[in-house]
Each structure stands twice: as C-alpha cells, then as structure tokens.
C-alpha cells in the first residue's frame, strides 16, 4: 500500500500535518490510479484535506462514460476507499492490477479522433504570477493518456497516428496559462464585482471565447463538479515589481487570445458573419498595492484584432506584401455590427477604435482597410445615441514615424482616449484627490451612477470602473499596434500609480524605471503573440520609434525573412493543427474527409454554405444592437447578469502563505519576478524612486554640460503632431500630421526626457571626439556600493581610525564584559590577581524586565489600556481604516487650503 499512497513532491510533507486550514481553491493536485477496466482520478486541494474521485470507464475506448460521486473524502477514508481496491484487484498469486499511473495538476480534457479517447493531463506547472494571494501556472508539461486498454489496436491506424501527431504539434508548454482559485479568463474588474477584495472564488462559467481547452471540456460539462474544471488561456502572463522605497507594487499585463476565428496570419484576416475577428486579443494591465492586502487594485483593459470585414491578402504569392483584397462586400456592415456589438456588450461604451493603417499611398493597399472601417462605423451609428457612438480616431503611424514624431503624437492620442473609457479601482478615492487633484486625473471619466461614500461635508465614490474599451488595430495587428498599446498602458500606468497615491502627477517620463519595465513586458507580450500569429518576433520594436525612421539591421532582415518563410511553408499545418485543437474540424463526425485532404477550412467557419439554415442572418439591419445591451449601457450587459451565487468563499491568506508549511526567502515568488531596484535602476544614481526620469545608458558617461541644449532638442521635436477631433466623434476623426506642437499638447506638458535621448541617439555627431576623463571616472563608478549614499553623505560625519584613547576606553568596556561573563568554574589555577579581579567584577541590572539574559526574556505585565490600542492597531492594518470624524476632516480641509 506505500506505493498506492505515494503523493506528488509538493505534497509528501503536507500529509503530515492534520491540522492544516481547510480551505477550496479547485483540486490542484491529481493522482491517477488504473486498473485494466479504469481509470481512477484522486484530486485533491493544496493542503491534501480534502479529496475526490473521478472514476473514468475503459471498456468502451470510443465512449466517454466518467462517474464523479460528488463526495468528499478527509485522509482517513481515502486511504481506506484506496485499500478497498487495491484488494478488490488482487488477482492469481495476490498481485494486485490496481497501480498508480502518474501524478499532476490538472485535468485539460478528452479527446478523440478516429478511435477511442485520450486524457490530457498537466505534469509540471511554473508559477509566473500572483493576483492578490492567488497563483497563475504556466504549463511546461504534459501528457496523453489513452483510455482504452489495448493501446495496439489504437497505434495500428495510420490515420489514428496522423491525427495524434497533429493534435501534439501544438505545444501545451508554449504559452499556456491557468489558475485554480482565480478566474484568469475575465477581468480584474469582472471578479471583483461583489466585492472590494479577492476572497471570493467564481464559481460561474468562464468567458469561453478565452478558454483553449474549450473542447476538450466539452464532454465533462454538466457530468461533474466544476472543481475538477480547470479552464486555460493562450497568449502571455508577465509580471515584474515597482519598488516604491520598500513598498512593494506588482504589475501583472495578461495577454488573452481568442478562440474565436484563430490561426494564421495570412491564412485568418477579417471577420467571419458571427463577427468574430482574427487575430482577437485583450491585454489587461493590473496594478497591485501589496501593503493593503487584497483590497488596492487597478486595472485597464484594451483589446487588439483584426479590421472587421470581409477581406484577405494571398500569402502563397511570392511577394514580400501581398495584395489586400475585399473579397465580400457587406452593404450593412453586418459583420462589423455583430463584432461591435459583441464588445459593447462585454465591456461597455464608449468604444474607442485607434486605426493605425496608411492612408495616403500612390497605390491603395492599406487605405482599402481604413475605408471599409470607416464606412461600417459610419453606418452603424446612424442608429447609436450621440454619447454611445463608436468613437473613431484615424492615424498614419508609417508616415508620422518617418518625421520622428509618431510616439508623441501616440501619447496625445492615448490620453484623449483613456479619457473616455476611465479606468479600474478597487478603493476610494484619496482625500488629497477630492481637493487638489491633478487636471488631467480629474478629467478621466467617472462612470455615473457609482456607489458614493459620505464623510460627512463631502461624498466621493467608492471606487471607479472602467466603461468601454480602447481597439487598437493596424494590418497585422503586430508591430505598430504593439507599440500604441503600450503607449496607451504608459499613459494609464501614470494615472493607476497617482490613484495608488505613489506620485503627485499621473504624467510619467519615457525614461523612468517604471515606464522602461512596462515597456519590456510590452516587447516580450509582443514578440510572443508574433510569433504566435505570424512566426517570428516584432519586425519593429518601441526602439524603433524612438529614431527618426525605423532604421534596419540584421536581426530586422533576419525577423522579416523568418516570418516571410513561416507564413509561406508552414502556416497551413500550424492551421490545421489549431483546428483540430479548438474543435473547429471534428475527425469522428467528418470521417469521410480528412484534415490534411482540405484544401481550405473556409467552409468550416461558414457552415451554412452546406447548410443554409444555419447562417447568423440579423434580426434588423437597422436596430443592430440587441436591447439587452442598449437598456444598460454604458455598462457592460456581462456585468449586469453576475449573482452573487456564482461566487463561493476562499481562505486566501491560507492558500497564498501555507502557514502550515516551512517555507524559506529564496522560494518566495515576488522575490524572484523582475523588480525596479535590481533590474532597472543604474548603479550611478542617489534617487531610488521608479518614477524619476533617467538618462539613457548611451547618455551617461557625459557631463551635463555637454548634452545637447534645450532649443536643439527643440528644434528636432518642432514636428509635434496633434488630433483634430470631432467633438461628436460621429465618425471620429484623423490625426493630422501637419499640426503644430503647441495644438498637440492643449493644456499638458509632453515629457521632454524622451526628446533629448532621442535627440541623442539620432545625432551622433554631437558627441565630442575627445572625452575628458571625469566623464569615464563616472562611468566606472558602478557597482552595488555606488547605488546608495556614503555615510558622510548620509549623516554630514567622516568616519576616521578612532584615537588612542578611544581605543583605551573601549579595550575597558570589552574586559569589563569579558569578566561579567567569563566561567569562574575553573579558576582554582589561576594568580589570586586575576581571581579577585574576575570575581569583583559585577553589573548590576538595570532593565525594566524582571529577568532577561541572552537566552531568554521575561516580558513586562502590559495593562489594558495598552493592550487595546495594540488590538485597534492590529485590526486597522487588517481591516479598513476607520472613518474620520467630521471634526478631524474640517480640520484636514482647512489645512489643504493652506497649502
């Protein structure tokens, strides 16, 4: 029975303890158990105190017969559930044929393609981030298990084999991630709806369009509990830390493709009639207070995918860019309408759209996608509200980049955007906010209709939410749409850091440590969703745009040529590969004709072409948005249908720390993730905050007189662009590239930090040809010991080789303590100097504790009163502060006014 017992290495120690917190974040630790009839699945939780069983018939391979006895087991009765079968399944000369097969972290799914099933099992998980005391897992491993007992019949079929080895090429440990206390397919916003903090679980279902083991579940849907559910997103998790002098900050970016009309750069562009776009993803961007528990959260959300409409490009064709053709032409916009209405429905109005193609080219390629989105906003407002209308803003990112400009003008444009849609927060609103706020913080939008709360003179509400979304798009939705979005995730980070109460302005410099950390996760979501849609990392990256034209090099070339050869070779197994996966192509219900003998999967996206009956035909051309969306905008209709049902109550702290555990610094999570202080901050600076504008690692062995002059820098960055917006914003606007500076900005200053390194880096002849050697004396004052103040600098006191007589005094002190202390046990032998000495020498005690020594400590009595405010202490730390008086809050007011 020791073998039947064995429990994976995680778990070997927590079987010990019998006392462990009890606690339910979904079973996150399986152990599979076979006889020649079947499987036996024991999952349990984290701290192994509670168990199910999953019983899975092997019989019948083709069918899918699994039993979940919805019962929950303590240790005591599993093991004797365990003993049971194990003697059940004993056989001739009492060998037992119930053995253990393999341990893991979570079930994935079933699948089947031509005979029988096969279970999907996740062996080896990563941590990559935490969300309030919850864990995010990347997937490395994981193994197929087949169901039927004489596995040579399955491997004789060489079609079986084909399929199997198709389904395996799309690698479960490339960028799979899942969550077994936090729902990772829906908003920060979403599962925080119920509550100001994490302590609750979802328990309803999870946003599907998300969801890449959608069909592999969907057998088990209905048939057992949802803790055995574990629902995986594709895309990319990041997470790094804002050290904020010893405030810990986590920024979390997730990054969620859709499943929805996936695949393959050329081979998936547009739409489909049900509206869903290729190339879909929503990236949110979450900021976390950890000194306030679980309750100081911040998110944005903004999404990316393709123009919606009926359009291709032929990527067989020899040709570095192939030509971009309306294939379809929809007079009602009838696509676009139910893609738009998929979006206001799931986050609400205003929809911002930021179109980034070309449009003005001697011949038209890019300009043909600006016209057909044009046109379907165009029409679909006609029968939107004035202040729902989808706001539409046109910008030539190619061309503004050419003059040097295309991040500023990209900064504009993101904060008159953000500025519509608001976002996040899990808190109140800060007292110095309601009465000396910054301009551009007090103009982003506050969603009407919030709960407010009273302090007397004065009511505020108790957090913000984000209504609508921003929708970046370009050709490819790779390379310049990256870029605009962290553009528009810097400008949020400002204002989520002033709203956390870290800063005194939601404005941050390019070139701050905080900014240059967003920027790289930015760059690693970017590289990882190319080379997911188009086979090879970002062609051009946010450095690129910082120069006057994009500028090229070997890994340029070397990009464009890997990602011209996926897109030519290999793209249409990787389709059929994510057709098989996602369920959109089913072997056992289209066995007369094979995957690989398609010649297009165009009809298994548009299955009416077989089956008229079937087509999404609109209701009214017209009235294209349904009114269960239209009666709750501008909130989103997903919001407005959750209960507090869906939700079940989760130990956190419990599940987060492990208490129960021994546990050491090196194995803690945050401490591992990148940080501000270690990774970003330069050895040569005196400022630890994150926040504070740096110089470029080029621009740092110079003096400061020698950087370029102000009205230089001026002069490169004349070119400013601005918007010229529509103030009804009925069919948006272009930005204009001919506009001055001084229009772009209206009312706020651009961060000129980013200007002079710029400015710097694109003019290298400015640089003197002689350096003089203080220049590279700073420059090699690197080092941890450079980082921070010296002594002298700190307290205004030289530390020097103490005198003769302080040296005197000190040998005194040091044999007055080695007499104090010294054993007199064996004294006998010694002069009677050194006797008397050694026994004259005696402290005397002068502590306010009645005994203490270096062993051990006597606590003094603590009164009462004494005892509560260490209690009110405590509880205001766990808890929320109280409310303040109405006198305390005049008094707090009239001293604002002072100042």
Same mark, same amino acid.
């Given at each position: 029975?020791?073998?039947?017992?064995?429990?994976?290495?995680?778990?070997?120690?927590? &079987?010990?303890?019998?006392?462990a917190?009890?606690?339910?974040?979904?079973?996150?630790h399986?152990?599979l158990?076979?006889? /020649?009839?079947? #499987?036996?699945?024991? !999952?349990?939780n984290?701290v192994?105190?509670?168990?199910?069983?999953?019983?899975?018939?092997?019989?019948? /391979?083709?069918?899918?017969?699994?039993?979940?006895?919805?019962?929950?087991?303590n240790?005591?009765?599993?093991?004797?559930?365990l003993t049971?079968?194990?003697?059940?399944?004993?056989?001739? !000369?009492n060998?037992?044929?119930?053995?253990?097969?393999?341990?893991?972290?979570?079930?994935?799914?079933?699948?089947?393609?031509?005979?029988?099933?096969?279970?999907v099992? %996740?062996?080896?998980?990563r941590?990559?981030?935490?969300?309030?005391y919850?864990?995010?897992?990347k997937?490395?491993?994981?193994?197929?298990?087949?169901?039927?007992?004489?596995?040579?019949?399955?491997?004789?079929?060489?079609h079986?084999?084909?399929?199997?080895?198709?389904?395996?090429?799309?690698?479960?440990?490339?960028?799979?991630? #899942?969550?077994?206390?936090?729902?990772?397919?829906?908003?920060?916003?979403?599962?925080?709806?119920?509550?100001?903090?994490?302590e609750?679980?979802?328990?309803?279902?999870?946003?599907?369009?998300f969801?890449?083991?959608? #069909?592999?579940?969907?057998?088990?849907?209905g048939n057992?509990?949802? @803790?055995?559910?574990?629902?995986v997103?594709?895309?990319?998790v990041?997470?790094?830390?804002?050290t904020?002098f010893?405030?810990?900050v986590?920024?979390?970016v997730?990054?969620?493709?859709?499943?929805?009309?996936?695949?393959?750069?050329?081979?998936?562009? !547009?739409?489909? +009639?049900?509206?869903?776009?290729?190339?879909?993803?929503?990236?949110?961007?979450?900021?976390?207070d950890?000194t306030?528990r679980?309750?100081?959260?911040?998110?944005? %959300?903004?999404?990316?995918?393709?123009?919606p409409? #009926?359009?291709?490009?032929?990527g067989?064709? *020899?040709?570095?860019k192939?030509?971009?053709?309306i294939?379809?032409?929809?007079?009602?916009?009838?696509?676009a309408?139910?893609?738009?209405?998929?979006l206001?429905?799931?986050?609400?109005?205003?929809?911002?759209?930021?179109?980034?193609v070309?449009?003005?080219?001697q011949?038209?390629?890019?300009?043909?996608?600006?016209?057909?989105?044009?046109?379907?906003?165009?029409?679909l407002?006609?029968?939107?509200?004035?202040?729902?209308h989808?706001?539409?803003?046109?910008?030539d990112?190619?061309?503004?980049?050419?003059?040097?400009?295309?991040?500023?003008?990209?900064?504009?444009i993101a904060?008159?955007?953000?500025?519509?849609c608001g976002?996040?927060?899990?808190?109140p609103?800060?007292?110095?906010?309601?009465?000396?706020?910054?301009?551009?913080?007090?103009?982003?939008?506050?969603v009407p209709?919030?709960?407010?709360?009273?302090?007397?003179?004065?009511?505020? +509400?108790?957090?913000?939410?984000?209504?609508?979304?921003?929708?970046?798009?370009? %050709?490819?939705?790779?390379?310049?749409t990256?870029?605009?979005?962290?553009?528009?995730?810097?400008? %949020?980070?400002?204002?989520?850091?002033?709203?956390?109460?870290l800063?005194? &302005?939601?404005?941050?410099?390019?070139?701050?440590d905080?900014?240059r950390?967003l920027?790289?996760m930015?760059?690693?979501?970017?590289?990882?969703?190319?080379?997911q849609?188009g086979?090879s990392?970002?062609?051009?990256r946010?450095?690129s745009?910082?120069?006057?034209?994009?500028?090229?090099?070997?890994?340029?070339?070397m990009?464009?040529i890997?990602?011209?050869?996926?897109n030519?070779?290999?793209?249409?197994?990787?389709?059929?590969a994510?057709?098989?996966?996602?369920?959109v192509?089913?072997?056992?219900?289209?066995?007369?004709?094979?995957?690989?003998?398609?010649q297009?999967?165009?009809?298994?996206?548009h299955?009416?072409?077989?089956?008229p009956?079937?087509?999404?035909?609109?209701?009214?051309y017209?009235?294209?948005l349904?009114p269960?969306?239209?009666?709750?905008?501008?909130?989103?209709?997903?919001?407005?249908?959750?209960?507090?049902?869906?939700?079940?109550p989760f130990?956190?702290?419990?599940?987060h720390?492990?208490?129960?555990q021994?546990?050491?610094?090196?194995?803690i999570f945050?401490?591992?993730? +990148?940080?501000?202080?270690?990774?970003?901050?330069?050895?040569?600076?005196?400022?630890?905050?994150?926040?504070t504008?740096?110089?470029?690692?080029?621009?740092?062995?110079?003096?400061?007189?020698?950087?370029?002059?102000?009205?230089?820098?001026?002069?490169? @960055?004349?070119?400013?662009?601005?918007?010229?917006?529509s103030s009804?914003?009925?069919?948006?606007s272009?930005?204009?590239?001919?506009?001055?500076?001084?229009?772009?900005?209206?009312?706020?200053?651009?961060?000129?930090?980013?200007?002079?390194?710029?400015?710097?880096?694109?003019?290298?002849?400015?640089?003197?040809s002689?350096?003089?050697?203080?220049?590279?004396?700073?420059?090699?004052?690197?080092?941890?010991?450079?980082?921070?103040?010296?002594?002298?600098?700190?307290?205004?006191?030289?530390?020097?080789?103490? &005198?003769? *007589?302080d040296?005197?005094?000190?040998?005194?002190?040091?044999?007055?303590?080695?007499?104090?202390?010294?054993?007199?046990?064996g004294?006998?032998?010694?002069?009677?100097?050194d006797?008397?000495?050694?026994?004259s020498?005696?402290?005397?005690?002068?502590?306010?504790?009645?005994?203490?020594?270096?062993y051990?400590?006597?606590?003094?009595?603590?009164?009462?009163?004494?005892?509560e405010?260490?209690r009110?202490?405590?509880?205001?730390?766990?808890?929320?502060?109280?409310?303040?008086s109405?006198?305390?809050?005049? *008094?707090?007011?009239?001293f604002?006014?002072?100042?």
């Open positions: 029975m020791e073998q039947i017992r064995e429990l994976p290495d995680e778990l070997e120690n927590v &079987s010990e303890k019998t006392d917190p009890d606690f339910d974040g979904g079973l996150s399986l152990v158990y076979e006889t /020649p009839t079947r #499987y036996y699945i024991v !999952g349990s984290a192994q105190s509670r168990f199910k069983v999953l019983k899975i018939d092997r019989s019948e /391979p083709k069918e899918l017969v699994i039993h979940d006895d919805r019962v929950e087991y240790e005591g009765e599993l093991a004797d559930l049971s079968l194990d003697q059940g399944n004993r056989g001739k !000369g060998k037992s044929t119930f053995v253990r097969r393999l341990s893991a972290f979570g079930l994935l799914g079933f699948v089947r393609f031509l005979e029988g099933y096969f279970m099992l %996740v062996t080896k998980r941590k990559v981030a935490t969300i309030g919850h864990f995010v897992y997937i490395e491993e994981t193994e197929t298990v087949p169901l039927a007992a004489d596995i040579a019949a399955v491997a004789s079929s060489p079986e084999q084909r399929y199997h080895k198709t389904f395996q090429s799309i690698d479960l440990s490339s960028n799979f991630y #899942y969550s077994h206390s936090y729902d990772i397919t829906h908003t920060l916003q979403h599962n925080m709806a119920l509550g100001n903090n994490l609750l679980v979802s328990g309803g279902e999870p946003a599907w369009r969801v890449w083991n959608e #069909y592999l579940l969907k057998q088990l849907l057992i509990g949802n @803790d055995w559910i574990v629902p997103i594709h895309g990319y990041c997470q790094s830390e804002i904020v010893s405030r810990c986590l920024l979390t997730l990054a969620r493709r859709s499943n929805r009309f996936a695949g393959t750069r050329f081979l998936k562009r !547009g739409a489909n +009639p049900q509206g869903h776009v290729a190339n879909e993803i929503e990236v949110e961007q979450i900021l976390h950890t306030h679980n309750r100081r959260f911040t998110s944005f %959300v903004q999404i990316r995918g393709s123009v409409g #009926y359009w291709s490009q032929e067989s064709k *020899m040709v570095p192939p030509p971009i053709v294939h379809r032409h929809d007079p009602f916009s009838a696509s309408g139910a893609h738009f209405r998929d206001l429905g799931r986050y609400g109005s205003p929809i911002c759209c930021l179109n980034l070309k449009k003005r080219e011949r038209k390629h890019e300009s043909l996608l600006t016209e057909e989105l044009l046109g379907a906003i165009g029409f407002n006609q029968f939107l509200p004035a202040d729902q989808i706001r539409y803003t046109g910008f990112m190619s061309r503004a980049n050419k003059r040097g400009v295309a991040l500023d003008n990209l900064e504009v904060r008159r955007l953000v500025k519509h976002f996040f927060c899990s808190f609103e800060l007292f110095c906010h309601l009465f000396r706020c910054d301009p551009f913080y007090r103009d982003v939008q506050r209709g919030e709960e407010l709360v009273d302090v007397g003179f004065v009511s505020f +509400p108790a957090f913000r939410q984000q209504h609508g979304t921003i929708r970046i798009n370009c %050709v490819d939705c790779l390379d310049r990256n870029t605009a979005a962290f553009v528009v995730g810097k400008c %949020v980070l400002g204002l989520q850091v002033y709203a956390l109460g800063t005194d &302005s939601p404005h941050l410099d390019f070139d701050t905080a900014v950390m920027e790289d930015f760059e690693d979501i970017g590289n990882v969703l190319a080379l849609y086979g990392q970002l062609v051009h946010v450095d745009y910082r120069q006057h034209g994009w500028g090229t090099n070997s890994k340029d070339w990009r464009t890997s990602r011209y050869y996926s030519t070779f290999s793209d249409f197994e990787k389709q059929a994510i057709n098989l996966f996602l369920g192509f089913e072997p056992a219900a289209l066995h007369r004709v094979h995957l690989w003998d398609l297009t999967d165009y009809f298994l996206h299955p009416w072409i077989h089956d009956s079937k087509h999404p035909r609109a209701k009214s017209s009235q294209w349904t269960d969306i239209t009666h709750r905008l501008p909130a989103a209709q997903e919001a407005a249908v959750q209960s507090i049902h869906h939700y079940v130990d956190a702290f419990a599940a720390y492990k208490t129960y021994l546990g050491s610094f090196k194995e945050t401490s591992l993730i +990148p940080n501000t202080i270690g990774d970003y901050m330069p050895t040569t600076t005196h400022d630890p905050s994150p926040f504008a740096r110089s470029r690692p080029a621009m740092s062995i110079l003096p400061v007189a020698m950087l370029p002059s102000a009205t230089s820098v001026d002069r490169l @960055d004349s070119g400013t662009v601005s918007a010229n917006f009804d914003g009925t069919h948006g272009d930005f204009d590239e001919g506009m001055s500076s001084s229009e772009a900005t209206e009312g706020f200053t651009l961060d000129r930090g980013r200007s002079q390194s710029r400015a710097f880096q694109t003019a290298p002849s400015r640089i003197p002689k350096m003089p050697s203080s220049a590279f004396d700073n420059a090699a004052r690197t080092g941890f010991r450079y980082k921070f103040k010296t002594f002298e600098e700190t307290y205004g006191v030289k530390l020097k080789e103490p &005198s003769a *007589m040296r005197q005094l000190y040998q005194r002190y040091a044999k007055i303590y080695h007499n104090a202390t010294r054993d007199l046990s004294v006998a032998s010694e002069k009677l100097s006797r008397v000495r050694s026994s020498t005696h402290l005397v005690q002068r502590s306010v504790f009645t005994s203490d020594s270096s051990g400590v006597t606590p003094p009595t603590v009164n009462r009163r004494s005892r405010i260490y009110d202490f405590v509880e205001r730390g766990a808890k929320d502060p109280e409310r303040p109405v006198a305390n809050m005049e *008094m707090y007011r009239r604002i006014s002072l100042t």
